[in-house]
């Protein structure tokens, strides 16, 4: 079964530090992955696209990696800042499949 | 980015209507669009998949008589729920995506049904 799977759950950083976001997910075969970020009753916003061919991609802070091998993708932000708080969201495209796959989440708390 | 629109952005309706949520891809135009369901705190959860000019495609357990779906034309996707009760109350988001699977995959902002 194919299948995303994020950790943490939740979590609570002092502004101004650096932090990863995992992602793992099943079959390496895959098109591409996207992490997406969603604050409270809003929808999704595409931070970063990563094609199967790619290693990573980088926009200001956010940094995304791929590992297809070992089925990971980390998303790394830069010096955080309160408004980064939010739901970040990892979601799949596998090969032979139309739809995204989606992680569960991970909710993130930036205090000042 | 692109961008994808929702409308309308808030509904509250009596139970036994029939509410539809208009989304359009303004900038692009849009070969897949699909329909997502969200409930508090937890992840989207993918309703159907629609093609322009072809029927959608139905997620496992989603009734396709009570969420009809019509993708009409390359820039609009309508999602119409049929005899709305309180439990289809939720958060419903749609996507759009232009080419093939590597393209990237843009969501709108989303539509609160409220059935009371």
């Known amino acids: 079964k194919q299948e995303v799977t994020q950790i943490p759950a939740a979590l609570s950083v002092p502004e101004g530090e650096n932090l990863v976001l995992n992602c793992s997910f099943t079959?390496?075969?895959?098109?591409?992955l996207q992490w997406f970020r969603q604050d409270p009753g809003k929808g999704l916003t595409s931070l970063l696209l990563?094609?199967?061919?790619?290693r990573e991609q980088t926009s200001g802070r956010l940094n995304a990696s791929l590992d297809k091998s070992s089925g990971r993708s980390t998303l790394y932000i830069a010096a955080s800042q309160p408004g980064d708080s939010a739901t970040y969201l990892c979601?799949?495209?596998?090969?032979?499949?139309?739809?995204?796959?989606f992680g569960q989440g991970t909710r993130l708390t930036i205090n000042p | 980015g692109a961008v994808v629109s929702q409308h309308p952005s808030r509904v509250i309706c009596k139970s036994g209507t029939s509410v539809k949520i208009e989304c359009r891809s303004l900038?692009?135009?849009?070969?897949?669009m699909f329909w997502y369901r969200q409930f508090p705190k937890q992840s989207l959860m993918l309703m159907a998949t629609?093609?322009?000019?072809?029927?959608?495609?139905?997620e496992q357990g989603v009734e396709k008589d009570k969420f009809l779906i019509n993708h009409a034309s390359l820039t609009l996707s309508t999602l119409t729920v049929t005899s709305a009760h309180p439990e289809d109350s939720s958060f419903y988001i749609c996507?759009?995506?232009?080419?093939?699977?590597?393209?990237?995959?843009?969501f709108g902002p989303g539509t609160r049904l409220t059935v009371l």
């Open positions: 990563i094609q199967s061919s790619q």
């Open positions: 900038d692009f135009q849009a070969t897949t």
């Open positions: 629609s093609n322009e000019g072809s029927k959608a495609t139905y």
């Open positions: 996507s759009a995506r232009a080419g093939g699977a590597t393209d990237t995959q843009y």
């Open positions: 079959d390496s075969a895959i098109y591409n």
């Open positions: 979601a799949v495209r596998f090969m032979g499949a139309q739809k995204l796959v």
